[in-house]
């Protein structure tokens, strides 16, 4: 793939490709590549610049992830090696706040010489064997790589990885995977940020009623009120039933029905009254599932269900299918408050109605307070229905107030 082609496609912009190999002795100056977290932008970023790294440690937006890696200096030119050099990138459209690694001679050198607007050389960073068929040297470390595209108003960003378990755990996440890039004399992987004593699976808490903002990027704005109840009822055939209230003022109130359970909570159904016409239906879920109270980190539990409608209304057969993956801790702050760790899931659901052949593609973010419940939700969805426009809605809703029951 030519650099032309990558330029045309911000999917390929920061492509690496890296192909020879070296061995471990040639790792004689070493410089510490650290990687953090950019919690403004949801980014990764990876610097071996001493300096800049200092810089970041005080940046309240910054914050290390524990992930590091050696390599050499940029003043080494041994043979088997490439020097690493980067690049700022910063466009309006798409919007793009990231960094690009590119090969000194294949990626540096080409990019020099197109003086491409928007994109400020910023040196050489480090250099670094190359894999040779995806595979390092022995007695070096993989570094692997994986690419997010543009979504939901978020920049591109690469994310490198020291340990196939964060590799995968970034392609949970939504970054495409793009194998082996580096090969380092040494790595730490990413450090578990989960207090010992939380435990990452409980979405809703009994007595916890919380009233939410929601914001649509067209500038819609509404609110809602949400919270467990304290009692069970009967839901098509399930005596246990215990319904998670959600009510919105002058549109009505949505019931989700779950199967609460010490070590798991199962999603039974759903039931609506809506406040405009005066109507309650209900819908049912086949082969419902279940979500452990407890997650290991870059986990998934997968979305196979049926829905029955109590008022089907030609909706013909409708599926719902995807996972839920537990991505990390995350500190996030929302009108309720300041919340240092919060469990992070993102869930991709895809749901297809038969009868119209319409397709809802939803990726779904959600930050979770121990013994307090969801406190932020970010919804990029998607309807896509043959002979009409595709509508997309992103949807992001914050925790206001815990209100009382």
């Not at 050696?70 to 466009?91: F, M, Q």
């Not at 019931?255 to 609506?272: E, N, P």
């Not at 537990?326 to 899931?345: A, D, R, W």
């Amino acid at each position: 793939m030519t650099i032309l082609k990558n330029l045309r496609n911000l999917l390929a912009l920061l492509v690496l490709t890296l192909t020879p190999a070296m061995s471990g002795s040639l790792f004689a100056q070493t410089v510490t590549a650290v990687e953090f977290y950019n919690k403004t932008l949801d980014a990764y970023f990876i610097t071996g610049r001493s300096d800049e790294q200092q810089s970041l440690d005080a940046s309240p937006d910054f914050r290390r992830t524990g992930m590091s890696f050696d390599a050499l200096t940029a003043s080494v030119s041994n043979v088997g090696v490439t020097r690493i050099c980067r690049y700022y990138i910063s466009l309006s459209s798409p919007f793009t706040r990231s960094h690009f690694y590119g090969r000194e001679v294949a990626d540096c050198d080409q990019i020099r010489a197109l003086n491409l607007p928007g994109f400020s050389y910023e040196g050489y960073d480090f250099s670094v064997a190359e894999p040779t068929g995806g595979v390092c040297p022995t007695g070096t470390t993989t570094v692997y790589r994986g690419f997010r595209p543009a979504v939901g108003g978020k920049t591109p960003n690469h994310r490198y990885a020291t340990s196939p378990e964060t590799y995968v755990a970034a392609q949970n996440l939504g970054y495409v995977a793009e194998g082996a890039v580096f090969c380092a004399a040494s790595a730490t992987d990413v450090i578990p940020t989960v207090p010992s004593t939380q435990k990452c699976g409980t979405f809703f808490y009994p007595g916890k009623r919380i009233a939410y903002q929601s914001l649509t990027a067209d500038g819609s704005a509404s609110s809602f009120n949400r919270f467990l109840n304290n009692y069970s009822t009967v839901f098509h055939g399930n005596a246990d039933a215990t319904p998670v209230t959600a009510f919105s003022p002058g549109i009505g109130t949505l019931l989700t029905m779950i199967a609460d359970r010490t070590s798991s909570w199962t999603i039974l159904g759903t039931g609506k009254y809506d406040d405009v016409n005066f109507t309650y239906s209900e819908v049912y879920y086949s082969n419902p599932t279940t979500y452990p109270r407890d997650y290991a980190l870059g986990q998934s539990v997968l979305i196979n269900t049926v829905l029955t409608y109590s008022d089907p209304n030609g909706l013909g057969i409708v599926t719902q299918t995807g996972k839920v993956t537990y991505v990390g801790i995350e500190s996030i702050g929302v009108p309720l408050g300041t919340f240092p760790s919060t469990c992070k899931f993102v869930t991709e659901l895809v749901t297809t109605h038969g009868e119209s052949n319409e397709t809802t593609t939803s990726l779904s973010t959600d930050w979770v307070a121990d013994s307090l419940g969801i406190v932020k939700t970010v919804n990029d969805t998607q309807s896509v229905q043959p002979s009409k426009p595709t509508v997309r809605v992103i949807t992001t809703s914050e925790g206001v107030s815990v209100q009382p029951l």
